[in-house]
């Protein structure tokens, strides 16, 4: 079966992560990609690419998997975020604690790096091919298909310094945060809310206006923009005989919603299966199920703080050197995070719907996404 082309729905990192394993071992890969360019959704997104859930470095991590890293990226081992009453917090790492990187179909993104190695390899590429049955071997990277989360806001330039800024403040981003990330002159602006979707219009200009206050944030040719991030720990990541990668599957930190990684490794280990004949789901159950079920549980922890919790939170890291090192253990699989999980699942489930959202005449990221979804 070794000549017979193995399919992929979707050019995503997912994708085109396994996309690169495929072909470095000589298999004809075709990857079908709905848009007609890569990275579509996100546009010129800056993004985290993190840095703790492993000691080794993630650039490390990923040239282990044969997935090159040439793409621009910033090292961010400094930064700030803010608490609700204004008080800023001082994030330092000695090793970076992120890659900002940008996302989208421009020359020095991740994923035009991702579809350079793949083209590179002999992958044929079919842009604005939507994907609706498969015939032979495949594998599923078509991204979300529900909105646990959703990030709203803006895509500006600026002359800024580079750097990276957050709040943590339920009247900004509700259950979540606020975020500031700028990179060469670009930069972006979002509320990364977990509940309150209908109102996301308000904490938008809510997060716009504190970073204003906070930062001197400046915003010039600001264009609008948002996504949603699904995530859940799946039973099987199988759909019938294929493998579902990324965050089709669900793979995402479900904590903050850090999803390259997981997806591009993901994509690597659906990839090996194929050419091992292994089983997919005892891989990734193996590397990302116990960091998946750790960042459920702190999710879960995450959503009863509220603004007083996020504050303690943050004084508490205040009087420690090293923000990766503090988040590696957060991460980490442990004792009381095992004993929590159960309890963590049955408290957070994949939503699926906004209780705040009525879905009558609704134009916000949910809504506008799932007419997207059943396109
Ligand atoms: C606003 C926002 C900010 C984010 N910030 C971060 C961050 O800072 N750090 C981080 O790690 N993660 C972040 N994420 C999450 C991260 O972007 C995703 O987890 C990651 O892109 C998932 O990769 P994927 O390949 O699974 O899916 P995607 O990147 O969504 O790729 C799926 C691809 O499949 C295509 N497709 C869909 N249906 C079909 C079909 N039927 N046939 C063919 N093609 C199809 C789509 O067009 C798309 O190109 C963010 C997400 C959002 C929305």
Same mark, same amino acid.
């Given at each position: 079966m070794s000549d017979t082309a193995i399919e992929i729905a979707g050019a995503g990192p997912a994708g085109l992560a396994a996309a690169i394993t495929l072909a470095r071992a000589g298999r004809p890969v075709i990857v079908h990609e /709905?848009?007609?360019?890569?990275?579509y959704r996100f546009k010129r997104d800056l993004q985290g690419l993190e840095n703790w859930t492993t000691r080794q470095d993630a650039l490390a991590v990923l040239r282990e998997l044969?997935?090159?890293?040439?793409f621009k990226r910033l090292p961010c081992r400094q930064g700030t975020v803010f608490d609700a009453w204004g008080k800023a917090y001082a994030i330092y790492s000695h090793e970076p604690l992120f890659y900002m990187v940008e996302r989208g179909p421009g020359p020095d993104t991740l994923d035009t790096a991702l579809l350079r190695q793949a083209i590179g390899l002999g992958v044929e590429v079919r842009f604005n091919s939507r994907v609706q049955q498969v015939h032979g071997p495949a594998i599923f990277a078509?991204?979300?298909?529900? /909105?646990d989360v959703i990030a709203v806001g803006y895509h500006f330039d600026t002359h800024m310094a580079d750097g990276f800024w957050a709040i943590c403040d339920d009247d900004l981003a509700p259950k979540g945060y606020a975020y500031l990330l700028v990179m060469g002159g670009k930069g972006t602006v979002k509320s990364c809310m977990f509940t309150g979707f209908k109102q996301e219009a308000r904490y938008v200009q809510r997060t716009v206006e504190a970073f204003a206050r906070l930062v001197g944030l400046e915003m010039i040719d600001p264009r609008p923009h948002g996504g949603v991030g699904n995530f859940r720990i799946p039973?099987?990541?199988?759909?019938g005989a294929h493998a579902v990668v990324g965050e089709q599957a669900g793979f995402q930190d479900t904590l903050w919603g850090f999803g390259m990684r997981a997806a591009m490794t993901s994509g690597v280990l659906a990839a090996c299966s194929l050419l091992e004949g292994s089983d997919y789901d005892r891989l990734w159950r193996q590397e990302l199920g116990a960091l998946m079920a750790a960042a459920m549980v702190n999710r879960a922890l995450y959503g009863l703080l509220g603004n007083r919790g996020y504050r303690w939170l943050l004084h508490q890291q205040e009087n420690r050197s090293d923000a990766r090192e503090l988040l590696h253990r957060y991460y980490c699989p442990s004792l009381v995070r095992r004993l929590l999980a159960p309890l963590a699942r049955r408290r957070f489930r994949s939503q699926r719907k906004d209780e705040s959202c009525n879905h009558v005449d609704c134009s916000c990221v949910w809504c506008r996404h799932g007419r997207e979804w059943h396109a």
């Open positions: /709905a848009q007609a360019e890569v990275g044969g997935v090159a890293t040439d078509t991204g979300p298909k529900a /909105a039973v099987t990541a199988r759909s």
